[in-house]
Nanobody
Framework: QVQLVESGGGLVQAGGSLRLSCAAS????????TAWFRQAPGKDREFAAA????????YYADSVKGRFTISGDNAKNPVYLQMNSLKPEDTAVYYC????????????????????WGQGTQVTVSS
């Protein structure tokens, strides 16, 4: 069983920063893409950022581009989401997800493409 565990969420003022971590444990697995999604109350789960381990490329939603950075050495070590210049609209539960197959660019942004999920960590940005 593969487990993804997020940490690093919390309460921060607008303009502040947080760094989320996603640690993988359990049986050996191959992850081709690790991503961060988020879900605000009453809204659908939305893509925030992803990193492709086969290409080394990272992908971002337009709403976070320039403010968030996804990083990590590989899928089995912690994957981080550095979030700067946070806004109240960034308030959500943030989920780490991993895909065990190669994804197209469009599939990377679709939460249905992912095989493993963490339990989520709450990020609250006050105005």
């Amino acid at each position: 069983q593969v487990q993804l565990v997020e940490s690093g969420g919390g309460l921060v003022q607008a303009g502040g920063s947080l760094r989320l971590s996603c640690a993988a444990s359990g049986r050996t697995f191959s992850s081709y893409v690790t991503a961060w999604f988020r879900q605000a109350p009453g809204k659908d789960r939305e893509f925030a950022a992803a990193i492709s381990w086969s290409t080394g490329r990272s992908y971002y939603a337009d709403s976070v581009k320039g403010r968030f950075t996804i990083s990590g050495d590989n899928a089995k070590n912690p994957v981080y989401l550095q979030m700067n210049s946070l806004k109240p609209e960034d308030t959500a539960v943030y989920y780490c997800a991993a895909a065990n197959s190669v994804l197209t660019i469009s599939a990377i942004r679709n939460y249905r493409s992912y095989d493993y999920w963490g339990q989520g960590t709450q990020v609250t940005v006050s105005s």
